[in-house]
C-alpha cells in the first residue's frame, strides 16, 4: 500500500501541483523509509515527515492535516519530490484516463448518430419532440 494510493483524489493532484511547482523547499532522508521536508504553506512552511514503509505514520503540521491520519497535499508534494519517477508514472496514468475517457465519449457520439441515422422521418419527430421535453423537464427540476 503506497502512499499515494491511501490519499484522496483531490490531495493527489494538489500534491502533484505543489511538485511541479517546487514547493518543497528542502527534504532529507532520516532512515530507510523516513523522509522529512519543508513544504511551502499559506504563511509559513509545513514540517512534513513521509514514512513510505508505513505510509499512515506520516505527519504534517498543516491544519488539515495535524494530528490525522490524512494524506494531505503536502505529503503528497514531499512524496513526488523524493520519488520523481512516481510522479511520472502518476501523470502518465491521469493522462491515460483521459484519453479512454475521450475515446469513451467519441464512441457514444457516434452511436447517436448512428441511431439518428437509422430513424424515418416519423420517429425522428417523436424523438425530437420527446427530447425537448425531457430537456425542457430537466432544467425545471435543476
Ligand atoms: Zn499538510
Request: charged share 35%; hydrophobic share 30%; proline share 3%.
Amino acid at each position: 500500500m503506497s502512499l499515494l494510493s491511501i490519499a484522496s483524489n483531490t490531495s493527489a493532484w494538489r500534491g502533484y501541483e505543489y511538485y511541479k511547482e517546487k514547493k518543497v523547499i528542502s527534504w532529507k532522508q532520516t532512515s530507510l523509509s523516513v523522509f522529512e521536508g519543508e513544504v511551502i504553506g499559506s504563511d509559513m512552511p509545513y514540517h512534513v515527515i513521509i514514512d513510505t514503509e508505513h505510509p499512515k505514520k506520516s505527519t504534517c503540521d498543516c491544519p488539515h492535516a495535524e494530528g490525522k491520519r490524512i494524506i494531505c497535499k503536502h505529503k503528497v508534494a514531499l512524496f513526488f519530490t523524493v520519488f520523481p519517477e512516481e510522479a511520472d508514472k502518476y501523470m502518465a496514468e491521469i493522462e491515460e484516463y483521459e484519453r479512454e475517457e475521450e475515446k469513451r465519449e467519441q464512441e457514444h457520439y457516434e452511436q447517436i448518430v448512428k441511431y439518428v441515422k437509422s430513424l424515418s422521418k416519423e420517429e425522428l419527430r417523436v424523438a425530437l419532440i420527446n427530447a425537448l421535453v425531457e430537456a425542457e423537464e430537466r432544467s425545471r427540476y435543476r
